[in-house]
C-alpha cells in the first residue's frame, strides 16, 4: 500500500483546519498558501472533502471552509479510506465478498490478514487531534507572550517568519480610582534599564500621556516594574502606546538557514525540512563516531594480542630484549610473528610492568573490545539498530535539558493576513516615464466613440509622459522589470489607489530602483509552481530572451538581475508564455517578424539571450506580443492612427531575419505600439500629454498590412500617440459617439515604401 499525493494533501488539509478552527471559515487561498499547494489541485481536495461531509464551504466575501465536528472526532484511517478508497495490503482483502479459489489453501492469507488488522488499527487509532501541534512555537529564556500563531505557521512552513512577543502586564488598583501598570515579564533580550529610561524619555517628551510615576520594584522574589497612571487617564490605551513605542512589545525574525548537501550549500527550510536535516545530521555524527571507536578497538586488540604473546612467552621474551643490541624488535617480530605495532608496544614497556602482566585481565579486556567490536559493526550495518541509538540518545537529551514551557502563545481571534481585508477587484495600473504609478478601478474609465477627445488619466508634470498600462486584480502578483534588466515583485494592493487625475506615486517609493533604472514592463504573473511558464523578454536592440518563471520564484526585496545587457541597450518588454506561443515583434520604421518562441531556447536567469530580429540602422522595436487565434494585431501610429490585421497576414519566419513590412511609416508616421487584441474588447489609447482615450475595437477597421488604418485618436499639434493596450469591455454604451461622417476613410495602400 502507497499513500498518494492526493491523500497526503488531504491530511494536511485537515491538520491545518483543525489548528485554525477557532478562526472560523478558512479562505482556500490562506490554506493553499500556508500548505503550499496550488490553489486548483487543493480545490479539488476540498470538494470531495466537502461532499462526504468531512468539511462545510461557504461561498463569498467572509467565506470559507471549517471542519463540520470537532478534531478528536476525525481518524487519519477515515479520511485516508476516503481519498484512498481501501486500505488493504492485497486486493483479496480490499471487500469481503472477494472470492478466491485458493483462500482454502493460501498459505500467506493469514499473514496479510494480519497487516490489514495492524493498518486499519493504526490508523484508525490516531485522530486530527493527535497530530495537531506537535510543535507549539519558540520558547525564551525571558517568558513573555507570543501574540498570534500565524508567524510561527509561516516560519515552520516556509522557513520565514516573524512572531510579535509582549510583556506580561497586569492592572492593578491603588488610591482612589487610580489603576498603575505592573510589569512582571519581558521580551527576549529586552533590557529591563534601557526600557525604563526609554519609557521615561517618552514621558519626558510628552509623546506617551497619562503616566505619572515610573519605578523600578525588581527583588529575589522576580521582576517588578511598576508604572503608575494618572487619575483620569485610560490605562488600555496607554498600554498600548507603550506596547507600540517601547520594547514592551518586540518583533522576532526567523529565518531558518541551514547547509545542506553535505554542509555545503545554505538554504532556507521549512521545519520538516530542518528536522530531516538534523536527524541525518546526527545518524552521520553517530556512524562517524561509531566507524572511530570501531578502529581504535580494532586498534588496542592488536595491541591485545601482541601483549599476550608476550605475557605467555615473558622469559623468552626478557631473554631476547636483554640479548639484542639494536635489532630487538626484528628479533621478538621473527620469534612470535608479531608486527611492527605489536613488537613496538612490547619494546615501549617498562620491565616492571612487563613482568607484571596479568594474563586474566588481558583475556578479559580482550574478550571485552571483541563484543565492542561486533557492536560497532552491526550497528553500521544496520539502519534499525542506527535510528534505536538516535532515538535513545535524543530522549536522553530531553531528560537532561527538558523543562516546562515558559513563554505563552496566546491565540488572537480572527487572526488573519492583510491580504484577506483588501477587496479583490480589476485596476488599470498606470506608470509614466518620469516614475509615477497608480491604480484605479476600472469603473472609472467609461466607454466612448472612436476618435473621441478621451478623459483627463492623471495630472503630470508638464515634461511627464504616460508609458505603461495594463489591467489585473488587487491579488494578483506583478513583476516589474527595469531598463537595466532587473526583476523585482509586488502585489497588487501594494500600489497605492489614486483617482483618475492624481499623479500617483514614484516607483522608487516602492522599489529599490537604482540612479537611472526605470521600469519598463509590468506583468501580471499566476502563483509559482501552479504550471509550466516562462518569461520571454525583448530589448530594445531585439535581443530575445527566454527562462522559465521558476527561475524567478525568490525574488528577494533588492531585486534579481533579469538579463544582461549589452552596453547601450535596455530591457523594453516581458510576456509570459506557456512554451508554445508564437511572438510577434514590430519596429518603429515598419518592420515586424513572427516567429516560434521555441527558436529562442530555454536559457538561465542571468543570461544575455539571442537576436530576434536585424535591425536596420536607426530603427528600434516599438512592441513585442503572443500571437493567439480568434486574436487581430493591432497597430497605432505616433499620429493617431489605428489598424487592425488577421493574424494569418503574420507568416511565421526564422528567427534572426530581417521580417516584413508591416506599415507603411514615410506616409502614415512612425509605428507607436504593436499589440494582438481580442476584437470584442476595448482600447485605451494614450498620449504624450497624458490624455487617455477609451473606445470599441469593434469601431476600427480590419485592413491588410501595411494599410494606414482609420484615425482612433485626435494628438493635438506637438503631441504623440504614445501606446495603446486592450481592455476588457465594461458592457455599457459608450457616453459620446463620434458621427459616422466625421470617420476619416481607411487607407488601402499596399505598395512598398
Not at 148 to 153: E, F, K, L, Y
Not at 245 to 268: E, G, H, R, W, Y
Not at 440 to 459: A, C, F, H, N, S
Not at 671 to 684: G, N, Q
Request: with cysteine; glycine share 8%; charged share 30%.
Amino acid at each position: 500500500m502507497m499513500v498518494s499525493t492526493k491523500g497526503r494533501y488531504a491530511l494536511r488539509v485537515m491538520i491545518d483546519l483543525a489548528e485554525h478552527q477557532a478562526e472560523g471559515y478558512i479562505p482556500l487561498k490562506a490554506i493553499a498558501r500556508r500548505q503550499d499547494i496550488s490553489e486548483k489541485y487543493l480545490e479539488s481536495i476540498l470538494k470531495s472533502l466537502v461532499q462526504s461531509q468531512f468539511l462545510t464551504g461557504v461561498r463569498g466575501k467572509g467565506g470559507g471552509y471549517r471542519l463540520t465536528r470537532s478534531p478528536e472526532q476525525y481518524t487519519v484511517g477515515s479520511i485516508l479510506r476516503l481519498t484512498e478508497g481501501s486500505l488493504a495490503p492485497v486486493a483479496c482483502l480490499e471487500q469481503e465478498h472477494v472470492d478466491c479459489p485458493r483462500m482454502a489453501d493460501c498459505r500467506t492469507l493469514p499473514m496479510w490478514r494480519k497487516l490489514n488488522t495492524m493498518i486499519q488499527d493504526f490508523f484508525d487509532g490516531i485522530t486530527l487531534a493527535d497530530l495537531m501541534d506537535s510543535v507549539k512555537g519558540p520558547d525564551f529564556p525571558t517568558k513573555g507572550i507570543i501574540m498570534g500563531r500565524s508567524g510561527i505557521r509561516a516560519a515552520y512552513a516556509t522557513g520565514r517568519g516573524k512572531i510579535i512577543v509582549r510583556a506580561r502586564t497586569d492592572f492593578e488598583t491603588f488610591g482612589k480610582d487610580r489603576t498603575r501598570i505592573i510589569v512582571t515579564e519581558l521580551p527576549y533580550m529586552v533590557k529591563k534599564r534601557q526600557l525604563i529610561k526609554t519609557i521615561a524619555d517618552q514621558v519626558k517628551e510628552k509623546r506617551i500621556e497619562g503616566i505619572s510615576d515610573l519605578r523600578d520594584e525588581t527583588d529575589r522574589n522576580g521582576m517588578r516594574i511598576v508604572i503608575e497612571l494618572k487619575r483620569d487617564a485610560n490605562a488600555q490605551v496607554v498600554l498600548n502606546k507603550l506596547y507600540a513605542q517601547t520594547a514592551l512589545q518586540s518583533t522576532f525574525s526567523i529565518i531558518m538557514l541551514a547547509l545542506v548537501d553535505n554542509q555545503k550549500q545554505p538554504k532556507i527550510l521549512s521545519l520538516r525540512h530542518v528536522l530531516d536535516e538534523y536527524l541525518a545530521f546526527q545518524e552521520d555524527i553517530i556512524k562517524r563516531r561509531t566507524q572511530y571507536d570501531l578502529r581504535k578497538a580494532l586498534e588496542r586488540a592488536h595491541l591485545l594480542e601482541g601483549l599476550i604473546i608476550a605475557q605467555d612467552n615473558i622469559d623468552e621474551v626478557i631473554r631476547i630484549i636483554r640479548s639484542s643490541y639494536d635489532n630487538a624488535k626484528e628479533n621478538l617480530m621473527n620469534r612470535f610473528s608479531l608486527d611492527d605495532v605489536q613488537a613496538q608496544a612490547i619494546l615501549d614497556m617498562r620491565l616492571k610492568a612487563l613482568q607484571g602482566l596479568d594474563h586474566e585481565k588481558l583475556e578479559a579486556e580482550y574478550k571485552e573490545l571483541e563484543e565492542r567490536i561486533a557492536y560497532f559493526r552491526e550497528l553500521l550495518a544496520s539502519e534499525e539498530m542506527l535510528k534505536g541509538v538516535l532515538k535513545d540518545e535524543l530522549a536522553a537529551i530531553r531528560d537532561k535539558y527538558g523543562d516546562e514551557r515558559r513563554t505563552e502563545i496566546t491565540d488572537i481571534y480572527g487572526e488573519m493576513d492583510i491580504e484577506d481585508l483588501i477587496p479583490e477587484e480589476q485596476c488599470v495600473f498606470t506608470l509614466t516615464d518620469m516614475g509615477y504609478i497608480k491604480r484605479i478601478p476600472m469603473d472609472e474609465y467609461k466607454q466612448q466613440g472612436r476618435g473621441g477627445k478621451g478623459v483627463k488619466g492623471l495630472t503630470r508634470r508638464e515634461e511627464d509622459v504616460v508609458k505603461t498600462m495594463f489591467t489585473c486584480s488587487t491579488h494578483d502578483h506583478i513583476m516589474f522589470f527595469t531598463t537595466m534588466g532587473r526583476a523585482y515583485r509586488l502585489k497588487g494592493y501594494e500600489i497605492p489607489e489614486g483617482s483618475r487625475q492624481s499623479k500617483g506615486m514614484n516607483v522608487v517609493n516602492l522599489l529599490p530602483l537604482m540612479p537611472g533604472e526605470k521600469v519598463s514592463s509590468m506583468i501580471r504573473v499566476p502563483d509559482f509552481g501552479e504550471g509550466d511558464y516562462y518569461l520571454c523578454m525583448v530589448t530594445r536592440n531585439g535581443v530575445i530572451k527566454r527562462t522559465e518563471l521558476d527561475a524567478y520564484k525568490n525574488i528577494r526585496k533588492n531585486g534579481v538581475i533579469a538579463i544582461n545587457l549589452d552596453e547601450g541597450d535596455e530591457l523594453a518588454w516581458v510576456k509570459l508564455t506557456d512554451g508554445s506561443a508564437k511572438l510577434v515583434l514590430a519596429t518603429k520604421k515598419g518592420m515586424c517578424i513572427a516567429f516560434d518562441e521555441n527558436d529562442a531556447r530555454s536559457i538561465g536567469r542571468t543570461a544575455r539571450g539571442v537576436k530576434a530580429l536585424n535591425l536596420k540602422e536607426g530603427d528600434t522595436v516599438v512592441g513585442m506580443d503572443k500571437l493567439r487565434d480568434g486574436g487581430m494585431v493591432l497597430t497605432v501610429s505616433e499620429t493617431g492612427y489605428g489598424r487592425l490585421s488577421e493574424v494569418t497576414d503574420y507568416k511565421l519566419q526564422n528567427r534572426g531575419g530581417m521580417g516584413t513590412k508591416n506599415y507603411h511609416t514615410a506616409k502614415y508616421g512612425d509605428v507607436a505600439a504593436i499589440e494582438v487584441v481580442d476584437p470584442a474588447d476595448d482600447l485605451m489609447l494614450i498620449s504624450s500629454d497624458g490624455i487617455i482615450i477609451r473606445i470599441a475595437l469593434n469601431n476600427i477597421r480590419i485592413c491588410s498590412k501595411p494599410a494606414k488604418g482609420v484615425r482612433v485618436m485626435k494628438v493635438s499639434e506637438g503631441e504623440r500617440l504614445i501606446t495603446a493596450v486592450s481592455v476588457p469591455a465594461d458592457g455599457e454604451e459608450p457616453v459620446s459617439e463620434l458621427p459616422e461622417d466625421n470617420a476619416e476613410p481607411e487607407d488601402t495602400d499596399n505598395g512598398e515604401e
